[in-house]
């Protein structure tokens, strides 16, 4: 399984589902919610920012639907400014925000925006071995940066924005791994690499982002014989697709993301990674979250460290120790959310305290005919959230999974930080 795997055309029927989806994602954002044709349109003239000292107008601009010269109904702009106030608090950048609009002479419109910008913004994403610590700049002349200090992990992160005064921005990652492979016990070895992660990525509207990825990897140690002092280049690229914060507005909501890298050398292997999540929220205190992953690679000689994984962030969350790995993965989650049942205000912030139920069910394998009982991961589990509004954005969950498909057992885990899925650490 480790070595030789044949191409098969998974990749490219998953491929053209992601097409489909992400032309009938791009068709409900533009049909969905339009208006009757016989009201009064109206052409957006002017977008007037106050209260933006350090955050250029463009940044903020990056989280509003409204564009200028855009014809709009009364109801259209209504909509459009209740899923920018929602994206506009969902970036963590602003500690409040107020959109109004001003009907002018001539049919046109202008839009007033007035904000806070939180001045300490602070990102923090859980990752197995250790915790991401992001601080995002909201100077435009200033890098973003990160770093991870783990026991199996550690990396140095910064991503510099509009770079050349373009809407490109460019991430470097320099990270160092270390982990063990459990296979059977004869098998069993240290796996150790070094990595460059260089990352170019463009917000073309509010709710539709591009990247393009490259890695360079040296496999310090690695399965004797095979990937021990070898090095691996990869590149590809991703789309994300985000109508999350319309769960604000219309009580549903969903992002997509896809995922496509190539091995150039030494492995010449294909990834294809498929990610969505379906938001539904009937009330404001309650939100239930499902999500699927998806992930294949396909190739000859797969080394060992680009095989699945089921645990860790959204994966099963449980103690998983039976078919840990596979070239293909396939997790669900089903969460439900019961947010800020209990608030505590203080000085500098407002504390939160959420409930989370969830179930869990994964899965690694080679081929669709060993894809049976024995191979899946069933887990369930609770956990409590407490959550530390602006402009401190901090969040601590902690939770306990048992795994009983398997009859693995129950372990607990705790997360330190802020989610932060439309730009992780290792975009």
């Known amino acids: 399984m480790r070595k030789y795997i044949q191409i098969n055309s998974g990749?490219?029927?998953?491929?053209?589902?992601?097409?489909v989806i992400l032309f009938y994602l791009f068709f409900m954002n533009n049909h969905l919610f339009t208006i009757s044709q016989y009201e009064t349109k109206y052409i957006v003239k002017n977008i007037f920012i106050i209260g933006n000292n350090k955050l250029s107008e463009k940044k903020i601009?990056?989280?509003?639907?409204?564009?200028?010269?855009?014809?709009?109904?009364?109801d259209d702009i209504k909509n459009k400014i209740l899923i920018s106030i929602a994206r506009m608090k969902d970036s963590g950048l602003f500690i409040f925000t107020e959109i109004n609009y001003e009907i002018m002479e001539n049919e046109t419109i202008d839009?007033?925006?007035?904000?806070?910008?939180?001045?300490?913004?602070?990102?923090?994403?859980?990752?197995?071995?250790?915790?991401?610590?992001?601080?995002s700049s909201i100077s435009d002349k200033a890098p973003d940066f990160g770093f991870i200090v783990g026991s199996n992990d550690q990396a140095l992160y910064f991503r510099f924005p509009y770079l050349w005064n373009t809407p490109l921005n460019v991430s470097s990652t320099f990270g160092h791994q270390?982990?063990?492979?459990?296979?059977?016990?004869?098998?069993?070895?240290?796996y150790e690499n070094i990595s460059e992660r260089i990352s170019i990525e463009s917000s073309l509207t509010p709710w539709l982002k591009i990247k393009t990825p490259s890695i360079f990897q040296y496999n310090i140690k690695g399965q004797p014989g095979l990937t021990n002092n070898t090095y691996d280049i990869s590149s590809g690229g991703a789309v994300l697709v985000d109508f999350s914060s319309y769960k604000d507005v219309y009580m549903i909501g969903i992002d997509f993301t896809t995922h496509l890298m190539?091995?150039?050398?030494?492995?010449?292997y294909t990834l294809s990674e498929n990610f969505i999540n379906l938001y539904l929220k009937p009330f404001s205190w309650e939100e239930l979250i499902i999500r699927?992953?998806?992930?294949?690679?396909?190739?000859?000689?797969?080394?060992?460290?680009?095989?699945?994984?089921?645990?860790?962030?959204?994966?099963?969350r449980g103690k998983v120790?039976?078919?840990?790995?596979?070239?293909?993965?396939?997790?669900?989650?089903?969460?439900?959310?019961?947010?800020?049942?209990?608030?505590?205000?203080?000085?500098?912030s407002t504390i939160n305290f959420s409930i989370l139920i969830f179930n869990d069910f994964g899965s690694a394998f080679v081929n669709n005919k060993s894809l049976n009982k024995k191979r899946w991961n069933i887990s369930s589990g609770a956990g409590i959230e407490m959550n530390m509004s602006n402009p401190v954005n901090i969040t601590m969950e902690m939770g306990f999974g048992y795994e009983y498909f398997q009859r693995s057992g129950g372990s607990f885990y705790v997360k330190i930080g802020k989610k932060f899925h439309k730009g992780n650490f290792y975009e």
């Open 11 to 19: 990749i490219i029927i998953s491929s053209l589902k992601m097409i």
């Open 61 to 74: 601009l990056e989280n509003v639907s409204i564009k200028v010269n855009s014809r709009v109904s009364i």
């Open 111 to 135: 839009i007033h925006i007035s904000l806070a910008e939180n001045i300490v913004f602070l990102e923090m994403i859980a990752l197995p071995a250790g915790g991401l610590t992001r601080f």
């Open 178 to 190: 270390a982990k063990v492979f459990e296979f059977n016990k004869p098998d069993n070895y240290d």
């Open 262 to 268: 190539r091995g150039i050398k030494e492995f010449p």
């Open 292 to 316: 699927g992953r998806y992930r294949v690679v396909d190739g000859m000689a797969i080394p060992d460290y680009q095989l699945g994984n089921i645990s860790g962030e959204y994966q099963v």
């Open 321 to 348: 120790n039976n078919y840990y790995y596979g070239t293909k993965t396939m997790v669900f989650n089903i969460e439900n959310w019961f947010r800020n049942i209990y608030t505590i205000p203080v000085k500098i």
